[in-house]
């Protein structure tokens, strides 16, 4: 049977980059590889053509041969399956290791290096007021910090941990493992020290060998004016400790804002409704609408319509970190009494008269104010 085309079997047009081929071939080996696929001969066949693919396609010289002839110089003994090392394959281990548990050994991760601690979230609720304005609250957080007796190492005062023999310090072993294909070595986490690389013979009491205690602190927090419900202010460096000398990780603040009842904010903007008693909407007059800086006049034109916005300019919320402010709305709510005394409904029947309109229709019917007032 004719062998399938090294390009085709790695899904590639001929004439691909190094690179290209590189990666057809993590994807199918991975795919087919028999840690994967276990008892499964099909898989065993197509990742055995898959190596002899790439051990030809990879070869700059065998390439050139292959790209010429075919598989004229390139037979079932052209290709060596035993005596691969995945640790030396330029990364194909590390993507071995994600799928078959450490590089066919088991947890191939280093644990020895710094790390950097885990991040942590606190939920800060506010008053409308204290997030116009801004605000210092008082947190208290319970986070793993570097034990302060042993200094983070674990050992007891007077000792320190001593270097792990089998794997010297690295916290990675290598291991050999045979398979139909042949010998693999890959590197994995080191079964006595567990990756850490040092053992601690005499533990400290304190942190009972771990490097690490629980600790509650209480931090300050500057909430700038102007944060609103779903804000998020990062403080670097609060949260967990890092490990093996790592850094910190970071403390997030979520801003949740108590509504105002008063004020509807809408971004740095707010608004804002005002009754106005039909007559002053009409005639004009002066009024005084509250804002978060305290009362302030304003002088309401005359024949104002309901639902007219007035802006007040610079009255809103200030920016986050800026000096500008947002603007404040004031929605005119044109108050009609529901009742009237006689000698307010003469003076609006007068008011029709003036404006050409007849009080009563003369058919027993309710006048123009009637109809709107009752």
């Known amino acids: ?64 041969q292959y790209d010429q002839f075919g598989h004229t110089d390139f ?42 601690g ?42 320190s941990p001593k270097t792990c023999t ?25 079964d006595v020290c567990g990756g850490k690389g040092k053992i601690i013979e005499t533990p400290c009491n304190d942190c009972k060998g771990k490097g690490k205690v629980r600790k509650t602190r209480k931090i300050k927090v500057a909430i700038p004016a102007g944060v609103d419900t779903g804000n998020v202010m990062p403080l670097r460096g609060q949260g967990e400790h890092g490990a093996n000398g790592g850094p910190a990780g970071d403390l997030y603040i979520k801003i949740n804002v108590t509504p105002s009842k008063v004020f509807k904010r809408q971004g740095f903007d ?12 009409a005639l004009g007059t002066e009024i005084k609408v509250a804002t978060v800086d305290g009362d302030v006049k304003y002088t309401v034109p005359a024949g104002t319509q309901p639902g007219t916005l007035f802006r007040l300019k610079g009255k809103g919320v200030p920016r986050v970190n800026s000096s500008g402010r947002g603007d404040q709305y004031v929605n005119v709510i044109v108050d009609v009494p529901k009742n009237l005394n006689e000698k307010q409904k003469e003076a609006l029947e007068a008011f029709l008269e003036a404006s050409g309109e007849k009080a009563e229709d003369g058919k027993g019917k309710k006048g123009f104010f009637d109809k709107i007032l009752h």
């Open 118 to 159: 885990a991040d942590m979230e606190y939920v800060v609720t506010l008053s409308f007021e204290e997030a116009v304005f801004g605000v210092e609250k008082e947190i208290s957080i319970t986070r793993s910090e570097n034990c302060e007796t042993c200094n983070g190492s674990g050992a007891k005062a007077g000792t």
């Open 270 to 281: 707010l608004y804002i409704d005002y009754k106005l008693n039909m007559a002053k909407a």
């Open 75 to 116: 037979g079932s003994g052209g290709f060596n399956a035993g005596g691969f090392d995945f640790s030396e394959m330029g990364g194909f281990g590390d993507i071995f290791e994600s799928f078959f548990g450490g590089g066919f050994g088991g947890g191939g991760r280093r644990r020895n290096g710094p790390q950097r």
């Open 166 to 190: 089998k794997c010297n310090g690295s916290g990675q072993i290598r291991v050999q493992r045979q398979t139909p294909l042949g010998s693999f070595v890959s590197n994995t986490t080191c």
């Open 1 to 64: 049977m004719a062998k399938q085309d090294y390009y085709e079997l790695l899904g590639l047009e001929k004439g691909a980059s190094d690179d290209e081929i590189k990666r057809a071939f993590r994807k199918q080996a991975l795919k087919y590889h028999p840690d994967r696929n276990p008892g499964d001969k099909e898989a065993e066949e197509k990742f055995k053509e898959l190596n002899e693919a790439y051990q030809v396609l990879s070869d700059p010289q065998k390439k050139a």
